[in-house]
């Protein structure tokens, strides 16, 4: 019965199954593999059944993992076989070992078409089937309309037909646009008359497909599709064989009720009482009865049936009808059925209004909850996270914290994310939902997010009636003996800041709350520590009247921490310590936080974000995507070490943030006449207080003189530029002399420097030097900024606004607002090369020093070059490829004058600097450079460029450039830059080797490689 | 949208797993995109990533216990809105991973198709016999899906295929020694 019988095949999985272990095993493959291959390098001593044999066994040791990167050729060209055995072998091996991109394959399709057009029906059923396994563009092109004649011959087998469906819907799918399907509909409503069912079956999967594209041109196939599903649900003139477990073909009904689900409507009355009868006749039919099979078959029918009742939006009372059928269904033994029940009632919440006959439920789909199956747990997890509401929040939300308990790990970061979310939509009172995501802390810890944290800060710190409750709340978890870190956390913050209201109670006296809370000390980590030192600071000026006991522990713990080995413990440590020695006028800098402006959780929207994306949000994504963001913060976190300000372009990403490590008391030094003068500074600032609420939180204490002013003075990040770019204008004070600064150096020169080098300075004056630090691979950059204040000082208001060209994308991660005196803050720059263009990226820099407003455009070197990698070719790899690309607009030529001019040796190392490879010796005329780089951007890939520079001896002055790529707009762009280079006097070998002089900026119009319409470059050409 | 044929390898000595993962195609057309992404990584790395999906899977089930439901999670082996439905025979576990353009009954019946054809085909399906003739269950898998889509739901049907195909073999392991004719089976 075997199919062929082929024994050494069997000898050879026998062998393999035998092998003790994985290195055994491959041995005994890699010796099966040499022998294949010796026995394939003389292929025409081989017989047909040989062949097929090593083939076989080829499959198979690639099945088993094993590389097979040879014998492509051989199965490729079995296919043009003329006997049935090879053919078939070829057929099989080419559909499996090759993808649809392979090049073998294009040598296949004329022997593809010659089998499928072919009169021989089992060589048309193997095309075929390549065909639809593989599905590629080229076979999409030349056999789809060879395909579709087949569909709709008379003279064809059924099995030849269904096939033929089935390969012009893969081909349809995968290319849409290369097969043709006008004046399709009547073709489909023809062949959904079709008697076979097993074409049938197959034209209505193309047609779903069909009608999901565009359902207006098959209106004509809506009336047929019912008559088949009467047909069926009658059992009318269904033969033997499609009657699986009693029921006419399942795989046929779910189909076409799958097909009208298409439709937007059915509006032929007619036909819609036939529909709403067979329905009627399902939803009352179907019972759930011993055999499995059976049971599965026809509820497989049943929800599909629902599906469509939803979708019709019947009667409000089928509708009911179908929400009790469901009921019943999450209450039955079979757990399939039970797992859709569920299922669909999650989608049915989403339809319609049937919210409170679901919530009838309630108790039953808790239960589910405790189901011995993690699918229906999470099945029920969604349904009640999607039917919950202020009415039955309380409940679910009590459940949810239950389940917490016992849940596997796999679910529970899903669950306390969901509990955070309903509690916060639904809470019908505060207190309650400070309850909520305190236990959920103790109870998950390590599952609940910052952000959950976060939010419950806020609102304890937003309402005021709450403060005291959460205050005693918290209290109490630090009672228990091991708590979660994120608990001492929210604990520690809430009893600092509200501390105080308690102290009356017993037990909650300053000191009393002081021990509790140092006890955690060892056992967090050093982020904790330093929300730790803050609790401490304001416990200490809270303890009225004061206790000199509590006072000096406290002190001591400050001064033990100044010698700390993190920057930021170390800074928290010594100021507190010093502000806290200030005695009274600690009250005034140590003052509560203010409100948070109330906005939108980060939470819920995200919930609304990811529920627009899919119909069933799931918590696993929305986590995903937070660790996502999360971990991008902290790359952003890490290397800025002086401020807590958001950065400039993540706008709603910020909630998401790592609290900030710094600290940005530095806006705030100790000394009171220096904060008077801050505050002063705060009210020049007419800027919006800041969107991000976190980094409030997150940053030490609100040490503030007026209260109006706001801890960071950042303005909003904006997502466009232009209103960014006019806030920054707008925040220069009238009277205050823009740009009375004279920069060191020459920035012009500086830059045109930077172009051909990697570090540097790019901008530098009396106040600050800003440096530049990049990496380049291919078409990405990592460029980090130094900004390092030069003074005593600090520097103020300090704002970069990139001001990107549309081919670059660039994300600069936040710039603080202050740079405190003598520090530098590292500023990195993401870049990503789009297109290829020359035109320049501009950063838009601007700080305030005492009266000084300075506003510099500084050009960036992101410049083409970055993205060209050397290459050095041979002359037999040149030539062929210069040949290959015969002009116009691949290849461009044209004859510069007016070139600066350079002994040849000098213009080949300029080439170099560019990283433009010259490949000496390639051109026979000394005259003559030729030379070779690779450009990289995102739309290009990686594209090979051809340079050829041919010089006259005689006039140095003029050239003769071709530039070739396969790309007509690297070629331009390229051999502009080029000319560019050639033309201006780079001035960038020498800078190399000695600084400029300082000099004021120059303008240097022909410099700026610009054009015209691009704001980036014009800023730039205005320098 | 396609077809990852013939994963039948041994996972365990004691296991094997049939897994025929049929794609879908979405609604929408960046849905769409994404699935075609998962599928040209599969066709690209076919090795790794299949066995590591293979291996992702089994463990899953193998945790599972009896009587449970057939449906598994699979939005973290196979992608988004990908749906996994399998059944368990004895040593035999088959899988189908769809997504959400079917119904997940008709799948699980579609498994039940395949086995009962397998069962008529050796008579009384083994492990062993899964292993040693994986050239045929290819042969038979291909007949119930072709190109990520169900082709043929009756089992009766699938075997008159398949005994086409064994016929044509035989007939043409012998026309080596007797005829050069391929036309004999055409008559039928």
Same mark, same amino acid.
Request: glycine share 4%.
């Given at each position: ?53 090593? $083939? ?32 078939? $072998? ?106 076979? *069912? ?65 439709? /937007? ?9 036939? &529909? ?73 919440? @989403? ?17 589910? &909850? ?30 949810? *914290? ?130 730790? &030192? ?111 300000? /958001? ?7 910020? *909630?998401?943030? @790592? ?176 297109? /290829? ?58 004859? $510069? ?55 006259? /001896? ?70 | ?188």
């Amino acid at each position: 019965m075997a199919l062929s019988g082929m024994r050494g095949l069997s000898v050879f999985i026998s062998d393999i199954r035998n092998c003790q272990n994985k290195e055994q095993e491959r041995l005994r493959v890699d010796k099966e593999l040499g022998n294949i291959r010796t026995r394939f390098k003389n292929e025409k001593a081989l017989t047909p059944y040989e062949k097929k044999k090593y $083939v076989w066994k080829m499959l198979y040791i690639y099945m088993l993992g094993y590389d097979v990167d040879f014998g492509h050729m051989e199965a490729v060209s079995l296919i043009s076989a003329p006997k049935y055995p090879e053919k078939q $072998v070829g057929y099989i091996v080419t559909s499996s070992l090759l993808n649809e991109n392979h090049d073998f394959l294009r040598l296949a399709i004329n022997t593809v078409r010659n089998d499928i057009i072919g009169r021989n029906e089992t060589f048309q059923c193997l095309a075929l089937t390549m065909v639809g396994n593989i599905g590629g563009r080229e076979f999409a092109e030349s056999l789809a309309p060879d395909v579709q004649k087949l569909l709709i011959s008379s003279s064809c087998r059924p099995l030849v037909r269904k096939k033929a469906a089935l390969c012009l819907l893969r081909l349809y799918r995968k290319n849409p646009d290369v097969v043709n399907v006008d004046g399709w509909a009547d073709r489909m409503a023809q062949l959904l008359d079709e008697r076979d *069912l097993g074409v049938l079956t197959s034209s209505m999967s193309l047609l779903v497909a069909l009608v999901s594209n565009n359902h207006e041109a098959y209106w004509s196939c809506l009336p047929k599709c019912v008559k088949i599903l009467e047909r069926l649900a009658r059992n009318q003139d269904i033969p033997q064989e499609y009657t699986y477990y009693g029921i006419p073909s399942p795989w046929l009904q779910v189909k076409t009720m799958r097909a009208l689900q298409y439709f /937007p409507t059915v509006e032929d009355p007619n036909t819609r009482r036939s &529909l709403f009868e067979v329905l009627q006749r399902i939803l009352m039919g179907t019972d759930v009865v011993k055999n499995v099979n059976k049971n599965n078959a026809s509820h497989a029918v049943l929800f599909e049936a629902l599906a469509l009742v939803m979708h019709l939006d019947a009667e409000k009372e089928m509708m009911t009808q179908c929400v009790s059928l469901l009921g019943k269904f999450i209450s039955v033994r079979e757990p399939n059925i039970r797992y859709l029940g569920l299922e669909n009632m999650t989608r049915m919440l @989403m339809v319609t209004d049937v919210q409170d006959i679901i919530k009838k439920h309630q108790a039953q789909i808790i239960t589910s &909850l405790k189901d011995p199956d993690i699918s229906i747990r999470r099945r029920a997890l969604d349904l009640l996270y999607g039917m919950c509401d202020i009415s039955n929040a309380k409940d679910i939300v009590e459940e949810l *914290l239950q389940y917490l308990k016992t849940a596997e790990f796999a679910m529970r970061e899903e669950l306390s994310l969901k509990a955070a979310i309903l509690a916060e939509k639904f809470a019908p009172d505060l207190s309650w939902y400070v309850d909520v995501i305190l236990q959920l802390i103790d109870k998950a810890g390590d599952f609940v997010s910052d952000d959950i944290w976060f939010r419950v800060v806020q609102f304890v710190t937003n309402n005021e009636d709450l403060q005291p409750y959460a205050a005693a709340k918290a209290r109490e978890y630090l009672d228990k003996p091991a708590i979660h870190e994120t608990m001492v956390k929210v604990s520690a913050y809430i009893l600092g800041e509200f501390g105080h209201l308690i102290a009356r109670r017993p037990g909650c006296s300053p000191k009393e709350l002081f021990n509790l809370i140092h006890e955690k000390l060892p056992t967090v980590s050093t982020y904790t520590v330093s929300i730790l &030192l803050s609790t401490y600071a304001k416990i200490l000026m809270h303890s009225h009247p004061p206790d000199p006991e509590l006072q000096n522990q406290i002190w001591s713990i400050f001064k033990k921490y100044e010698s700390s080995i993190e920057v930021e413990i170390q800074q928290r440590a010594v100021e507190y310590y010093a502000l806290s020695r200030k005695g009274e006028a600690l009250m005034d800098i140590l003052a509560e936080m203010p409100k948070f402006p109330e906005r939108q959780s980060a939470l819920i929207k995200k919930a609304e974000d990811t529920e627009v994306d899919t119909a069933e949000q799931s918590a696993i994504k929305l986590r995903a995507q937070q660790q996502a963001q999360t971990s991008n913060a902290l790359v952003v976190q890490d290397q800025r070490p002086a401020n807590g300000a /958001p950065p400039l372009s993540v706008g709603q990403l910020n *909630l998401v943030k @790592m609290p900030s490590m710094s600290s940005n008391v530095d806006d705030y030094p100790a000394d009171p006449r220096l904060s008077q003068e801050n505050g002063a500074l705060a009210t020049v600032n007419s800027q919006p207080p800041p969107a991000d609420i976190l980094s409030d939180l997150l940053g030490p204490l609100a040490i503030e003189g007026p209260p109006s002013s706001s801890v960071h003075p950042q303005p909003s990040p904006t997502s466009e530029l232009e209103g960014t770019a006019v806030e920054s204008t707008a925040i220069v004070p009238a009277g205050v002399q823009a740009n009375s600064v004279q920069p060191i150096g020459n920035i012009s020169e500086r830059f045109q420097a930077l172009c051909v080098k990697d570090s540097g300075v790019l901008y530098e004056d009396p106040y600050i030097q800003i440096g530049v630090k990049a990496e380049w691979r291919a078409h990405h950059g990592h460029m980090v900024l130094f900004l390092g204040n030069k003074n005593t000082a600090p520097l103020v208001s300090v704002q970069a606004i990139m001001l990107p060209p549309t081919h670059l994308k660039m994300e600069l991660s936040l710039v603080p607002e202050t740079i405190p005196p003598r520090a530098q803050v590292q500023c990195p720059l993401e870049v990503i090369n789009l297109r /290829p263009s020359r035109d320049v990226s501009v950063l838009d820099f601007s700080y305030k020093f005492g009266n000084d407003m300075v506003n510099v455009k500084l050009r960036l070197p992101a410049v083409l070059n970055k993205f060209l990698q050397p290459i050095s070719i041979s002359a037999e790899e040149f030539f062929p490829q210069w040949r290959s690309l015969p002009g116009p607009p691949l290849k461009l030529q044209e004859v $510069v004058r007016g070139v600066r001019p350079l002994p040849l040796i000098e213009m080949a190392n300029l080439f170099n600097s560019f990283h433009v490879t010259v490949c000496p010796g390639l051109d026979p005329n000394p005259n003559n450079l030729v030379a070779s780089t690779t450009f990289y951007s995102e739309s290009t890939r990686a594209m090979l460029c051809l340079i050829r520079i041919e010089t006259d /001896p005689a006039d140095r002055t003029q050239l003769r450039m071709t530039v070739a790529s396969g790309d007509p707009t690297v070629t331009f762009e390229l051999k502009e830059f080029i000319k560019e280079q050639l033309i201006i006097i780079p001035t960038a070998t020498r800078v190399l080797t000695q600084p400029p002089p300082p000099t004021p900026p120059v303008v240097q119009p022909t410099s700026a490689p610009a054009a015209p319409t691009d704001p980036g470059a014009l800023l730039a050409a205005l320098l | 949208m396609s077809l990852q044929r013939g994963c039948s390898r041994s996972l365990s000595p004691r296991t094997t797993a049939v897994s025929a993962s049929v794609f879908e195609d979405f609604k929408a057309c960046i849905s769409e995109e994404a699935s075609c992404q998962t599928i040209s990584e599969i066709n690209l790395k076919p090795v790794e990533k299949q066995h590591e999906a293979i291996r992702n899977v089994f463990s899953v089930l193998c945790s599972r216990a009896e009587h449970v439901s057939n449906f598994v999670d699979a939005e973290s082996i196979f992608g988004p809105d990908s749906r996994l439905v399998y059944k368990h025979f004895a040593t035999l576990y088959f899988v189908l991973i769809f997504d959400s353009s079917e119904n997940e009954l008709a799948m699980l019946d579609l498994i039940q198709v395949f086995v009962e054809t397998l069962d008529k085909c050796f008579r009384n399906v083994c492990e062993l016999d899964i292993v040693f003739n994986y050239s045929k269950i290819h042969a038979i898998l291909d007949e119930i899906i072709f190109g990520g889509q169900v082709l043929e739901t009756s089992s009766t049907e699938v075997m008159k295929a398949v005994e086409e195909i064994t016929k044509l073999e035989a007939a043409s392991n012998a026309i080596n020694l007797v005829s050069k004719s391929v036309s004999n089976w055409r008559s039928r």
